[in-house]
């Protein structure tokens, strides 16, 4: 079973892709530097699950969700 930060994790990851598709991660870099910049660690620690879980799902997942915009 996810835990609350995990599940938004990759709720977030999954509006990502289908909002920006290949650029997903481009913008979750972008909030994580958001978050450091106003020192909200714990935030930031999330944007850097997000990425992960964009890392993880690799480049075929971002090109297929871009596609089916």
């Not at 079973?1 to 990759?10: H, I, N, Q, S, V």
């Not at 958001?34 to 020192?39: R, T, V």
């Given at each position: 079973?996810?835990?609350?930060?995990?599940?938004?994790?990759?709720?977030?990851?999954?509006?990502?892709?289908?909002?920006f598709?290949?650029?997903?991660?481009?913008?979750?870099?972008?909030?994580?530097e958001?978050?450091?910049?106003?020192?909200d660690?714990?935030?930031c620690?999330?944007?850097?699950?997000?990425?992960?879980?964009?890392?993880?799902?690799?480049p075929?997942?971002?090109?297929?969700?871009?596609?089916?915009?």
């Open positions: 079973m996810l835990d609350d930060d995990e599940r938004r994790a990759r709720q977030e990851a999954h509006w990502l892709v289908k909002e598709g290949a650029e997903a991660p481009l913008y979750a870099a972008m909030k994580a958001k978050a450091i910049e106003q020192k660690f714990g935030r620690a999330r944007w850097k699950r997000v990425l992960e879980i964009l890392a993880d799902s690799g075929a997942n971002l090109n297929r969700s871009a596609a089916a915009k």
